[in-house]
């Protein structure tokens, strides 16, 4: 047993979550499910309008691909965050940019994977805007 007074802020603790934090999660875990299941009848509508019209899309979901696989040489950077300012990318655990000093945004630092989430996703559009969807 722990000394009176510990506390161990790491162990899991359902109450610490609280009502209002487990909706918060619900809400997302549902917003999520929401956007993947669009995304989803987004490809199939255009795979299949494509088949109708004789489309090859093999090369435009071709391009698609690299950017989703990591790149593992000399270890992930996923967590890197680009500098609203100057557009550095730094190491997760900085506060400042390396290069301007600038602080990181308080909420929502842009990370490299979720930048490439944004890609991925304008590139989707785009290539159902090219077709007319
Ligand atoms: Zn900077």
Known sequence: MRPFGGHDEG???Y???GLERMRELGRRGGENSGKTRQE???VKI???YAAERGIDLTAALLDSGPAERLNRSGGSHDTDWR???CHHFSNIKRRLCAICGGFAP???RLTR???RERAAEHR???ILRKHGL
Do not use: D, E, H, I
Request: aromatic letters at 0%.
């Open 124 to 126: 989707t559009q785009a």
């Open 113 to 115: 994977a979720a930048l």
């Open 83 to 85: 500098c609203p300012t």
């Open 40 to 42: 989803k009848r987004a």
């Open 15 to 17: 109450q610490s979550k």
């Open 46 to 48: 255009l795979v299949g």
């Open 106 to 108: 308080r909420n929502g």
């Open 11 to 13: 162990m899991a603790n």
